[in-house]
């Protein structure tokens, strides 16, 4: 869990403890049944969640595919961003623009 935090440069367990409806939570929410569902009520949303039960939610997240997914919906909405930039005229607005895109992408590696 550390390596995805870091990399996001946010601590993603205060994101489980606060219950934020990220892209990831909510397809998680959508997706668990049984005992996965109910390790996320039990543990998303909850302040006090230790840090065991946020890295099983977080493990949840990976296992349900949730991570891929928004990971996924990222690189289209990327995709899409490069396709509209292509109309703008060369300049150093441009390149502002594309240098943000990549910025981007590096920072969902």
Request: aromatic letters at 6%.
């Amino acid at each position: 869990m550390s390596s995805t935090a870091t990399t996001l440069g946010k601590d993603i367990g205060n994101d489980i403890r606060n219950g934020k409806k990220t892209l990831i939570a909510v397809h998680s929410l959508t997706h668990a049944t049984g005992k996965h569902r109910k390790l996320l009520d039990d543990v998303f949303g909850n302040h006090v969640a230790s840090e065991q039960d946020v890295a099983l939610v977080y493990d949840l997240f990976r296992d349900l595919g949730s991570i891929e997914y928004a990971q996924q919906r990222a690189m289209h909405f990327v995709t899409q961003a490069k396709d509209a930039i292509t109309l703008i005229k060369p300049s150093d607005a441009k390149e502002l623009l594309y240098q943000l895109i990549e910025y981007t992408i590096q920072r969902e590696k």
